[in-house]
Each structure stands twice: as C-alpha cells, then as structure tokens.
C-alpha cells in the first residue's frame, strides 16, 4: 500500500548528491548571456536611451530596446479573471514611453558573459525625466496625485453586501472596529529565477528551459506573442528551487530571452540574481484592512463590515486581482456569518507589481478577521475559544456556501467537522490549561487563529501514464514542481493502483512536449488534481490491462485480479501475465492479441497508455485548520520568542503524511518570516530600501520554534475521488494572526499589534512606552 | 581581460583554471570545474547555498575570488558524496525530510559535513549554531536539524570519534 | 551582480603590500577576510581598479601574549579567535562579542581587523576594542604608529586610516579578575545589532567595583562610551538595583540612528535594559553580585 506512508521522498538523492539540474546548470553550445537593464527611476518618462558605448564594448552581441520589440505585441496577458477591466494596467515586456517602477526591464544585454553584459549595462545611457513617484496608496487615490497609469490609479473597485450589515450593526450588543495592515514581502525562493532559450531556426522550434508552474499556459501565452504555433515551442521545466506561487508566473524576461534567441540565433541565457530579483518577482500582501465585526449579547456574530484596500505596483500581471479578491472572498472564514460587506479597492503605485504568495489573501484576511475577534472576545468578557467555536459552521451547514465568489467561482465549503477538529485541536494543545503568565520577567502569551483554506483550484490536470514492457511506469503530468514531493505523492498514486513498487515508477512533469495540456502548480492543488488524474488514468491502465489479458487468455475479466504488478486468475499460484507482458502484447503489431491483423486503425493495440484529464470542481476542497501558539515577550525590549506551535488541520486524505508535516512545517516558518520579519519597503522616490538579504531578513534556525503538526482525516473531500484535500498552504495561513494574538494576550493589550512586521518597535509600541523608563 | 592562472585541489585532485580577477570561487568551480552541486541564491554571502569547504574551514563560495583559492585544498558537495548512495548525513536527511526543492541543501550537506568531521556528536545547540548561517526557504529547518540529531545519536551510540584530526584552532 | 572588473596582486609580505598601495593610491582597496567587501565589489558599490590582497602576509595574524599584554594580528580569523583559549580567559568580552558575529561560515573567513576597519557602527568586535582601551597599530610604507580604539574610529564606515596604510595589530592589555558581559538585539541573531551594550567590571577586595566600563553600540556613527554610568558604579556594591539607577545616567542625548523600523526613540528605549544586562553578567562573572 503506497498512499497514506511516509514513503521518502524519490527525488531526494539527487539533490543530496548535488545533482539536481537547476537553470543555472543548464548550457548549450554557442550560448551566449543576457542581463536586463532595469529602470532605475520608481516613475519617470523615457526620452531616449543610448546604446553606441554598450555595443561597442568587445563581447557584447546586442541591446535589445522597446524599438526592437514586434509591431503590435501585446502586453502580457492576465490569465485569471478580474473583477472588472484591467486591461490598461497590463505590462510590456519592456517599458514603453514611460516607466513605473524601479527594476522595470528597459533593454536586454546579451554578451558573452554575464559579467560583460552587467559592464555593458553602465554604458547604456538613459536619458529619463523623472515624475514624482507615488508610493502610498492613500496617497494615491488623492485628488490632485499624480497617475501611474492614464486610465487613474484605482485600477478597480467591488465588493459583496450579503444579508443585512447594517441592520446587523445596529441591532449589535457589541461591536469592534480597527485597521490591520499587512506588510509587503513576499516568495523569495532560495533559487532566482532564470532561463535558456534555443531557436532552432531551420526547423522553426523553440525550446525553453527554465519555466514551471504553468508551463502549459505560458507557451501558449508565448505562442501568441510570438505568433508562432503552440506546438512549435516547447517549454521545460528544470529543477526548481521554490516557487511560493511567484515563480514560475509569465514576466516579462519570459518573452524577452526566448525573443532575444530567436533574434541573435543563439541560445540565449539569463540567470536572475537576488538583488534583481528584490525588484522583479512578483510582490505580495501589501494590504490595508478595515474591520467591523459585531455580536449579539449572547456571542453569535452577527456581521463583518469590511474595507479592504490593495497596493497593485505599477502594474497589474498575470494574476490580475486574485489576491484581494481570495481575501474579500473568504474573509468571513470558517464563522456562520451572512451579513458580510466588502467594499474592496485595489490602487496603483509605483512599486514592484504584486501577484500571489502562498496563502495569497488568506494570510492577511486571517489576520485582520481573527485579531478582530479576539478584541471582540475581550471586549465581550467572552473566552476567546469559546468565542469562535459558538460561531463554527456546523457539519450539518456542509456544503457551505459563504455567498461570495472569487475569480468567477462560487466560495463553497465542500465538508469538514469544524466544531470537532476544532475541541480535538484546543485539547491537544491544552488551550485551557492555565499557564505561567511570567517567566524570568517576560510575559507568556497564548494565541490561535481558526481558518479555511481553500485548495485545488483551476480547471484542470492532465495526465498520461505509460506501462512498458519491462514493467516500468512512466507518468508525464501536466502539473509542475518546484519542491513540494510531486515526483513522490503522484508516484505513490500510481503505485498503489497498478501495484508496482514505487522504485518502477518514474514522474516527469512541467514539460509542454510531454503531454498536450496541463494545468500547472498552485493553489494547492496538485495532490488533488494532479493526483486525481493520476488515480484516474491508473484506473483505466488496470481495466485496461485486465481487460488484454482476459482476452489474450479467454479468462472473463471478472475473473481476473491486478496484485503485484501481474495479472493473476482466482487462487492459482502462479500469476497469468505480468503487466509488462501485456504491456507488451498491447503494443502495436503485436500479435498476440490482435492475431489477424487489417490495415489501418489499430484501435486496441495502442500500448498500456492511457491519457486522463481531470476537470476540478470549481469549489475546490476545504481544509480546516487551527493554528495555536505560545509567545513569550519580554516586555522591556519588545523582543518576542515563539515557544510552541501547533497546527492542526482536516486534510481529508494523507497521501504521504511525511510530506504533509513538511508542508505544514515549512509554511510555518515563511508564516513567521512575514509576522515578524520580512518587509519590503520603498522610500519617497520609490526605492526599494529592503533589496538585498542584509535587510529583507528571513527566518533563520534560531527563529523557529518546534512546530507540531496534528493532521486529521475526518472528512474526505467530496470534490474529488481521492478525498484529498490541499496542504500547501495551510502553514502560512494562520501564523500572523495566532501569534498577534498571543502577543496580545502575553501583554494584556488591547491596542496595538495590528500592524506587521511585528518588530520589537512595534511590540514595544502597542503597550506604550516612555523613553528612558 | 587579463585572466590568471589558479592551482588548487578540489576534491582530492589537483587542478588548474583560468580565471578573472573578479569571478568568485562559486563561479569558478560551477563554470571552470562543471561542479555544480554548489549554489548560488544570493552572491552577497547571506543565504549561505554556496557553502563549500576550504582548508578545512565551511567558506561562503561566493564571497572568495576564484584567485585567491591558489593552493587551497577544497571539498564541494561531490566530494562529500560517495560515489553511489549517500553518506550517512545525507541518508539521514532523506529520512527525516530535511529538504523540499533541494536548492539550499548542498550548503546544508556542507556545513553539516564539517561539523561531524571534527566533532562526531555535537549538542543541539552546536548543530543549530553550525547550521544558523544557512537560509531555507522550504522546510522550516525542522528536518535538517532532526536528521543532524539522529547523526548525533547514532554516533554517541557507535562512540564514533573525529573522522579527520582537526586543525587545532586553538594557539 | 559580477564585480566590474580589477586587477589583483597576493603580495606575500608587508613591503609589497606598501608598495602596491602607493603604486595605486586611491584606485587600491585591500581585501581581508572578504566578508564586507566582496558583497560591495559583487553589487559595484565598491569599485577599485585593484585589489591587494592581504591574506597571504603571514605576519599579519596570530595572537601572542607577554606579560599580560596581547597582541593580535589584524588578519586573525574571527572563528580563530572565537576558538582561542587565550582570547577565552584573558579577552573574554571579545569572545562573547565574536559569539554575534555573523556565522560559523562568515566567521571562517572573516578577520578581527577587516571588522575594526569596516567600521560599521553597529559591528561587535570596535565597540569591543573600544571597551578595552584597546590600542591600534596602523602600518604604512612611512612606517608605524600606534593610536587609541577611540580614536581609531572616526564615523560611520571611517577611520583614520590614511591611503596607503592597513590595520596591522591591534594591542590590548587583559586585565586579570574582572567580569565581562555583552548583550545586544537584533533583529535576527548574527545580524546587526539594533542596540548593543559591553561591560567590563572589576571589584575589589571587599567586592565594592573599583572599576567600571560600559559601551553603547549601534545608536551612533561611533560606539558609544558611558563613562557617567561607570563612574556612579564605581566605589559601591553592585546591586541590581544599583546598575538599574546607574543606566540612567546613559546619554540618551548622544544617540542619532533612528529609521523607520527602528526609531530613535525605540533606541532610547531599549538601550538602559541591555546594558544592565551586560553590566550584570559582567558583576555575575565577577561572582560578586549581590540582590
Ligand atoms: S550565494 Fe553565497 S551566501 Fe548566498
Ligand atoms: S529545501 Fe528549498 S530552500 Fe531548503
């Protein structure tokens, strides 16, 4: 039995070894470097740029510029619904007429090295005039500030009015207002992004290493920039050292070096590094949220009233406005509220553009939602568990439709027994149990945040499944991996069906020449969907296989059973075929099952190959979880120590639990590094002034405390055969708002701590303190 | 550009390149050598993916010159890697899931080999601090330090002693 | 982020170092452990057209003691120094600064006189030299010359080195029976400190402190020296609440770093806590505090 054990992790050995293939090891012959010129104004006009010094520096092959750029290319397409139109904040793959953020690509500087292309670089010379930048987005939406874009600087504005707010709010025994904001930062994966492009010019094929996550839907994208058939590029994913849902997106450097190629006829190569990729990935969170939550005397809420503002940056991308509206959709979380209001607004600045990270608006809408209730909670006298498991959906409420919809698609609950994974979580942490309030002089805090992550969404996976004749499965999947264990968890699936060992199945993934259509890597959703089609399509492999060897041995098929990788009849001791046998039988002109073969189709004989596409329910699957923590704060430097953590959640189903805990665990840890650590922050001429690991910190060793994971199997999914549910992003999800709340509870605040990073400072700050005391 | 001539011995073999002043060691071995086990996730010496060893010390690759490794004696991930399988630390990580992509784990390798090498069966606190310079973005270091634990363990258990005598660091 | 291009030379004694830096002048920068300077030549911040390097001059590291007095070679590795049994009993107050140095690999390659010289206001190891009266011996093609800690440093990433001249030893007298303590916060362990403090104390016979030392890192250009707090300590019997009245007396006034995640204010704040932390392990390593 392969699901469900913590089977290691197949791919392990070669990273181990140090030998992973990531883009960086990737080259070809005749391959020469490119660097990216990047703005170095926030907002200005481009007046010229000159090149003559550039190109004649020796090794420096060309300067690509927007004049380079095709007649009529489009920007970059967003591939997720919008609320409303953002086509006018699209982005060029090079700046046209106007910059708009620092680190937006201006020119393209290929060399024979990538050290000459960065010399190249300075001799380029920008003549720009610089517009004051705006930073702020309170600042702009002002009436007299300055535009990022002509079409005015709140790209959109939407919302929901469910039930009746107002009546609720006037009808509330108890009511809490507060803003909570939530700090830019964002992926950062420890591999920068890069690419190799080849351009096969006699035969018109483009092949491109380097992309992931989305591989299916970037050629395509690609394709139409560069009116070239789909089936014409190719696009190959290599190791991947980490996405966090901003890796692997379309940018501009994704047309720009395959672009690059196909003009210089070479292959092309570009290697990102950190200080460019501060300026260029994708940022996230970057929100400002305005809670009202109310209650009756009795602790039923009975509204949220919620304003939520987003800083965009400079453009909208391939995400369009998913983030803000993932975190308006499922603001209300995993409470029976009907009466919800959002008034959501998302602005434009002069700043890195943003796009989605891990738990992308969860994170934030479980901060500002569950710190409001714990001001609640106080204000009320209530306990603040007790608080929240009153206001539980109910199983019996299962589906539960939150009335709200997010990228075109309902918010629907598909199960979960919140209120018992809720008691089961609390007990085990011993919530209730009194604690020390002072250890050595600091102050210990207990903290928890409840939540629903939504996980597998999009469309669909694709899958094909390859059963040779010595018995080995291959599985080529059009979902990716940039770290998570899918070469592992989808072996597993496959293994457990077709009952072979799991050292005979082989995954590859993330590989448009490998199979026709894939979905890609994100929101959770590869062991559901990916894993499903996986599940399916061994379904079919077997009944497929059954179905030969019944005919190829006159065995009615009801006869016939799969164990061991071999085709067995009843009780007989010895099996009738081995699956590679049939395999073989099934290949065709193979005769012997097809004995008397005619020209021309041979439907049967078309291998033990089955390929499987699996459509998602658009609801998705629902993951409750409870995130607890104990702090300590020592309350004269405002220095904060997390002692315990614990997450506990329903996954559904465990296909490896080992790689369940490291989900959870290492999200865990970028949870903390966005409670307390990483910003990403700009002064007033729009600089980046967090560009560099020395001051965008991340979490080290010495900053994560033991993490329990408690993982619970209660209620399968019921979107999706396998009855799993998504854990990616589980980790992240709850880490500000459980451990805001501790802080809180450790300081015996009321104010304060609602706004991230929370630093010493900002500790300090929310019980106030005098110079000098 | 006036490149230079650069003796050294990297995995127990000698070998020259030819390098720029200005390439860093990280650069050289991945492109000179084609070792490319060594990483590089920031070139500016914090996230510590390019951890290597030279003259018995952990060395952040990226923050020495390729020329300044003239006659030093180097180990990078390949040499700390048998030939097939995987050492004992690396086998260990495996087990307990110290790694998800993979890109920070040489650097792990690394660090974690050198501290076994001189001291067999270090505390807890001297194998966070051995690994405190090293950044992972993925695993929340949980199972990297678990799995330098069980190392820990199983040699207090086999009374294993320092594979290499170390250098006396002290005067 | 590749450096621009340079020129590079490994002389191998101190003659050809002097030479180098007066063929080259200003367009000359030397490179000790790295660990500052390679980052800055990777994102072209520093741009020298040569870099001489100093890690093949034998004389210019180790650590010696005579008669009390030690002398260590600006190019000593911090992890050499963290590891030495000398600088362990008779500098512990370096020790325990070098324990938030940077990291097992950055400590490696990193060198006490490459940190004194970087002069970062908020590094460990000058606010250490400083608490110690350490003196400084600068060499150049003109000779030697020998200057105080705290004169040494003179702003923010300056000293008083002139062009031509290096860091060659620093000199520091251990002072028997005294108890040491450091304490600082960062933001993560090993990085740079927000606030930092180092304390030397030495009582005497009747365990009353006879002498005293406070150092604030961190809130300035240059380390600060606390000597007002010092002075009320010494004479009394240390207690708890003594130091606390006696932190006080830190000048407040004399701090100036102040920016958005870490105010001046803040500062301010924190600073009167860490350094009764760093006088009380240092009374605590004198065995003699009493509550
Ligand atoms: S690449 Fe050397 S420390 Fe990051
Ligand atoms: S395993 Fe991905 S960064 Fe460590």
Known sequence: MAIGEPIVRVEDERFLRGEGRFIADYALPRMVEAHILRSPYAHATIRSIGLDQALALPGVHAVLTCDDLPEGLPPIHCRIPTHGDLSPYLQYPLALGKVRYVGEPVAVIVADTRAIAEDAAELVELDFDPLPAVTDPAAALAADAEQVHEAGNLAGRWGFDLGDVSGALEAATFMVSDRFSIQRHTAMPMETRGLLAYYDVGRGLLDIYGPTKVVHTNRNLLATMLRMGEAEIRMIEPDVGGSFGARGEFYPEDFLIPFAAIKLRRPVRWIEDRVEHFAAINHSRDCVFDVTVAADADGIITAFDVKLVTDMGGYIRTHGDVVPSHAGASFPGPYRVRNYRLDAMTVMTNKTPTGTYRAPGMFEANFARERAIDRLAQKMGMERAELRRKNLILPEQMPWHVGTESVKRPTIFDSGNFPLIFDRATDAFGWSLPYQREVDGWKRGRGMCALVEPSGLGPFEGVRIEVDQHGRVQIFSGSSNQGQGHETVLAQIASEVLTVPMEKVRVRHGDTGIITFGGGTYASRTAIIGGNAVYSASISVRTKALDAASRRFGIPVEELDLREGAIWHGLNNEPVAKIGDIARMLMPGNQEILQTPSAGNIPDNDGLVVTSYVRAVSAGAAVFAVHLADVLVDPATGETRVERYMVACDVGRQINPMIVEGQIVGGVAQGLGGTFLEELTYNEEGQLTTGTFTDYLMPNIYDMPPVTSLVFEESPATTNALGVKGVGEVGPSGVAAAVGNAIADALGTSVGLNTLPLTPQRVIEAIGFEVGA | ?171 | ?291
């Open chain 3, 1 to 291: 982020m590749k450096p621009a291009p340079f020129d590079y030379f490994a002389p191998t004694t101190l003659e050809e170092v002097f030479e180098l830096l007066n063929r080259y002048g200003g367009d000359a920068r030397v490179i000790a452990g790295g660990q500052s300077l390679v980052p800055m030549l990777a994102l072209r911040l520093a741009r020298p057209e040569v870099v001489v390097d100093l890690n093949r001059v034998p004389s210019l590291s180790g650590i010696t003691e005579e008669d009390g007095v030690l002398r260590i070679g600006a190019m000593t590795r911090q992890a050499r120094a963290l590891a030495s049994d000398i600088i362990g009993t008779k500098l512990p107050l370096l020790h325990q600064g070098l324990l938030n140095v940077g990291h097992p690999p950055t400590r490696a390659r990193g060198t006490l006189g490459g940190s004194i010289s970087h002069a970062d206001p908020a590094a460990e190891t000058p606010m250490v030299m400083l608490a110690y009266g350490a003196k400084m011996v600068i060499a150049g093609s003109a000779g030697e010359r020998t200057v105080e800690a705290a004169e040494f440093t003179l702003d923010t990433f300056e000293t008083c080195l002139e062009d031509g001249e290096i860091l060659k030893e620093i000199i520091v007298e251990a002072s028997a029976d005294e108890g040491t303590g450091f304490s600082e916060l960062a933001r993560r362990r090993g990085d740079f400190a927000m606030v930092s403090a180092a304390a030397r104390i030495r009582l005497d016979a009747d365990g009353r402190c006879a002498e005293a030392h406070l150092m604030i890192g961190a809130v300035a250009p240059v380390p600060l020296r606390c000597d007002a707090v010092a002075d009320a300590l010494v004479g009394t019997q240390l207690t708890e609440r003594r130091i606390r009245d006696a932190v006080r007396l830190i000048d407040l006034n004399s701090f100036s770093f102040d920016n958005a995640e870490v105010s001046l204010a803040y500062r301010r704040h924190i600073a009167p806590t860490l350094a009764s932390r760093a006088l009380a392990q240092a009374v605590g390593r004198t065995g003699g505090l009493r509550t």
């Open chain 2, 1 to 171: 550009m006036n490149k230079r001539r650069v003796d050294l011995t990297v995995n127990n073999r000698a070998v020259s390149m030819m390098v720029e002043p200005r390439l860093s060691l990280a650069d050289a071995l991945r492109g000179e050598l084609g070792l490319t086990g060594t990483h590089l996730g920031c070139e500016h010496g914090v996230c510590g993916a390019c951890t290597i060893i030279v003259d018995s010390d952990p060395v952040r690759g990226c923050l020495m010159l390729a020329v300044q490794a003239e006659g030093a004696e180097i180990v990078t991930i390949e040499g700390a890697t048998p030939v097939v399988g995987l050492s004992e630390i690396q086998a260990a990580l495996r087990e307990f899931h110290g790694l998800q992509c993979g890109f920070c784990t040489p650097g792990m390798v690394m660090v974690l080999h050198h501290l076994f090498s001189n001291n067999p069966v270090p505390s807890d606190s001297e194998i966070r601090e051995a690994l405190s310079g090293q950044l992972c973005r993925c695993t929340g270091y949980q199972g990297i330090v678990n799995a330098a634990k069980a190392v820990a363990a199983r040699h207090m258990h086999q009374n294993v002693q320092p594979r290499e005598t170390s250098q006396d660091h002290r005067e």
